[in-house]
């Protein structure tokens, strides 16, 4: 079921409002297959020099998907992946849904623990994992007590140029661990001797899952959330639709260009579902270069090396988080780098502070379009306009097309709100999953069924304004009650950040005797700075009304975040919780 016409008139020029079924009715790893037939010997990932053409990354899934046929994986099996962003990502990936697998992506930072919870929820029977001093031995813990059958460890040093495979073993620079179980398989090994034929199977691209993505995991036990092969192929296809850049000085907008015209920027982590269908997917449906970042704060002052891709490989999409802009504009190395290559950013994962937006395109000259999604939705919902001109900073502009979204009553979900007024966003689109693993009555609270449509409750607080473009206020559980007053984190960080000493912000609520909740803010300063709290409270006082204005500024060296770059709120909470016990 598609969208209707979302109510603007600054809706895209020649921008469709919905998308043909028949384009993403596929399984997920058509993807791959179609592009191996068009662009076959074209570039698709770049590793420290070392390239693979979508030709040799199908050859490869091919020989992964028949190795797990051949070990007994099933259709419907789970099979994890416990790596960074490594050039083995994508051929992976797609070799476990040629199997008929289910994918589970696991987050490379990981302890055992963490991982060992997550394979046995799944039910996952292999794993694949980085060669590595760190990454391997994690895993190999993990994988005690859990469903998991078969380790596969995998070396870089095939993927590299070379005399850089050479030098590196030469020199012992190709990480890997001090030794292997002997139970254990190497990639190379699997690879070398299956056959490029996967097994013939039949997908139900709407009922078949392709991916289970973990979320949830800063509120309490982590939840799956289950993700068809239509989730991801819709969101990709509506990115293309709704996608339009200038590629040349002086032209038009038009439809990105296919067949190798652009290199996408791989900083975001490929097992959170921002990273993989705005980067991994996106550049493989439309023939495109990827980088591979598997540490974007590597080097020497920390995110020099991916400043070292973007000039070296003339990135021109990054999709990113707003701290990853921020750490680009603080570097103190960055008027050294010819940026200039970069045409598009999309921003999601968390709000993006107008002067983060600002200063990043005056460093760079590149256009940022602020988006919003979760992992239970694919992840994209919505995205402002493509261009400077027809975008509003401070929203997430419209429902991508055949979308559809609702602002809802926060009590129960089932009431629509008019426009301005503040509710839940709920969300309904070929993108929403089917729903988490194993977990009937959380998926019973995010559920709606309104206008028969089928809606999930975001969790986000909202509303649409007098032009049609979406603002969040804030997360429901994050909003701070300060008198009678609802205070939203976000408003007063979005102001701190306009401080020209603050680099990142954080704002919570914590309990009060007066007021029942007080507003705190802990701040991180740019390199080389300082400030008193007394100058924060001034700057407070001139920017924002009193009830907002934090009663209570921490300085910290770092503010926790997500390894996809989320401020964590809630781990700030926690601790301040842990202080009043003592």
């Avoid at 849904?97 to 992506?105: F, N």
């Avoid at 040349?248 to 439809?255: H, I, Q, R, S």
């Avoid at 045409?343 to 002067?355: I, K, N, T, V, Y």
Wanted: hydrophobic share 35%.
């Amino acid at each position: 079921m598609v969208a209707t016409s979302w109510s603007t008139d600054k809706w895209p020029k020649d921008v469709a409002t919905d998308i043909d079924p028949a384009e993403y009715e596929k399984p997920l790893f058509s993807v791959l297959e179609e592009s191996a037939k068009d662009y076959a010997n074209k570039t698709y990932t770049i590793f420290n020099d070392g390239t693979r053409t979508f030709a040799q990354v199908k050859d490869t899934a091919d020989r992964i998907a028949n190795f797990l046929a051949s070990s007994g994986i099933k259709k419907g099996d789970r099979v994890a992946i416990f790596l960074p962003n490594l050039p083995q990502y994508p051929e992976i990936f797609f070799g476990i849904l040629k199997a008929g697998a289910i994918c589970v992506t696991c987050n490379p930072l990981y302890t055992a623990s963490e991982l060992n919870y997550q394979l046995n929820d799944s039910g996952a029977r292999m794993v694949f994992c980085m060669d590595h001093p760190q990454f391997y031995p994690t895993a190999a813990e993990a994988v005690k007590n859990s469903s998991v059958e078969t380790v596969i460890y995998c070396s870089v040093k095939n993927y590299l140029p070379k005399i850089k495979g050479f030098l590196g073993s030469l020199l012992g620079k190709i990480p890997k661990a001090e030794s292997h179980d002997p139970s254990h398989r190497s990639f190379d090994d699997i690879v070398a001797s299956a056959e490029p034929k996967p097994p013939e199977i039949s997908i139900d691209p709407y009922e078949d899952p392709a991916l289970i993505i973990y979320t949830g995991g800063t509120t309490g036990k982590p939840k799956g959330a289950v993700l068809s092969h239509v989730n991801f192929y819709y969101n990709i296809k509506a990115l293309e639709e709704w996608g339009r850049l200038v590629h040349e000085p002086g032209g038009e907008p038009e439809k990105m260009r296919k067949g190798g015209f652009h290199t996408y920027l791989g900083v975001l982590p490929w097992y959170h579902s921002f990273g993989l269908t705005v980067c991994m997917l996106s550049a493989c449906a439309g023939g495109h270069k990827m980088i591979c970042v598997p540490d974007p704060r590597a080097g020497n002052p920390p995110f020099t090396e991916v400043l070292e891709a973007v000039q070296k490989y003339k990135a021109t999409i990054m999709p990113a988080v707003p701290t990853i802009f921020v750490a680009f504009t603080n570097h103190p190395n960055i008027d050294n780098y010819d940026l200039t290559s970069l045409m598009g950013c999309f921003s999601g994962g968390a709000p993006l502070p107008p002067e983060v937006c600002k200063q990043f395109e005056a460093k760079t000259g590149a256009v940022i379009f602020e988006g919003y999604g979760l992992s239970e939705t694919s992840p994209v919902v919505t995205s402002n306009p493509t261009s400077r001109e027809n975008r509003k900073i401070g929203t997430i502009g419209f429902p991508i097309p055949g979308t559809d979204i609702k602002i809802v009553d926060i009590e129960t979900g089932q009431n629509e709100l008019g426009k301005g007024e503040d509710g839940e966003i709920a969300v309904s689109g070929p993108q929403v999953m089917k729903g988490y693993w194993n977990r009937p009555e959380e998926n019973q609270a995010v559920f709606r069924h309104l206008e028969d449509r089928r809606y999930f409750l975001t969790g986000d607080i909202g509303h649409v304004d007098e032009e049609g473009f979406i603002i969040i206020t804030d997360r429901k559980k994050d909003m701070i009650l300060v008198g009678g007053f609802n205070v939203y984190p976000r408003d007063v960080e979005d102001i701190l950040y306009q401080h020209p000493k603050v680099q990142l912000a954080a704002v919570v609520g914590i309990p009060d005797e007066k007021s029942g909740e007080a507003v705190k803010a802990y701040l991180q300063l740019k390199p080389g700075e300082q400030a008193t709290e007394e100058e924060i409270r001034e700057f407070c006082k001139e920017h924002m009304a009193g009830y907002k204005r934090p009663k209570y500024i921490e300085f910290r060296d770092d503010i926790p975040v997500s390894p996809v770059g989320k401020v964590l709120r809630r781990v700030l909470r926690d601790e301040e919780m842990d202080k009043k016990s003592e």
